[in-house]
């Protein structure tokens, strides 16, 4: 069965203190791997797409590398206001769902 | 563009009663996915609607339904509440040319049966 699991499921970080959040996936068959962030009480926005293994994505502070069984999502000097639940998902080869993780909830300290 | 909006934002019921949400995709955008998301399960999937067809339908029991209309806005209906129904709905979009196009959500419906 088609599984994605995040980890820590709380970090907890001083300002500027760099750290990586990870996701492991199985799947039969990887379509696309996303990432999401989410601020409470609001939908996920859209922050990563990565198709095959060895890509890489980055935007301001954060970068997201993808393997063939995890990907990782690594925040650089982060600022208070990347304090944030942060999902990743996978879209498998068989079916259109996307299937998320539980996230990891990023908490960033000034 | 304009995003991906849902109406309405918040809503109360109580047991036994039935709700209808609404969805609007981001303009151009043919699919549309519905999810659940709750503390305990986190963010499950509903059903995805294209071209005004179901074209994937997660594990949820026939109380929840949906359709799509052909300007691509879509309803959710949710029938016989419960109140393990309190949870945020959310909706996304995305073009759907390719099947790994990426979706755009929108802010949810929150939910609360009393």
């Known amino acids: 069965e088609d599984q994605v699991t995040q980890s820590p499921e709380a970090l907890r970080l001083q300002e500027g203190e760099s750290s990586s959040l990870n996701c492991s996936y199985t799947?039969?068959?990887?379509?696309?791997l996303f990432w999401y962030r989410q601020d409470p009480g609001k939908g996920p926005e859209f922050l990563f797409t990565?198709?095959?293994a060895g890509e890489e994505k980055e935007k301001e502070r954060l970068k997201a590398t993808l393997t063939k069984k995890e990907s990782f999502l690594h925040i650089t000097a982060p600022k208070p206001e990347d304090s944030a639940t942060y999902l990743c998902a996978v879209q498998p080869l068989q079916g259109q769902d996307m299937r998320f993780g539980a996230g990891t909830r990023l908490t960033v300290k000034p | 563009k304009a995003g991906v909006t849902q109406t309405p934002r918040y809503l109360i019921k109580t047991r036994g009663q039935q709700v209808t949400l609404s969805c609007s995709p981001i303009s151009g955008h043919r699919s549309v996915s519905w999810y659940q998301q709750t503390p305990g399960q986190g963010l499950q999937f509903l059903f995805e609607?294209?071209?005004?067809?179901?074209?994937n339908k997660g594990n949820f029991p026939g109380r929840f339904s949906g359709r799509q209309f052909s300007n691509s806005r879509s309803e959710m209906n949710v029938s016989t509440l419960e109140l393990g129904d309190s949870a945020l709905y959310l909706c996304a979009s995305s073009p759907a040319d390719r099947p790994q196009e990426t979706q755009y959500f929108g802010p949810g419906t929150r939910l609360l049966v009393l």
């Open positions: 799947v039969s068959g990887l379509r696309g």
């Open positions: 990565l198709y095959s």
């Open positions: 609607y294209f071209s005004e067809t179901q074209r």
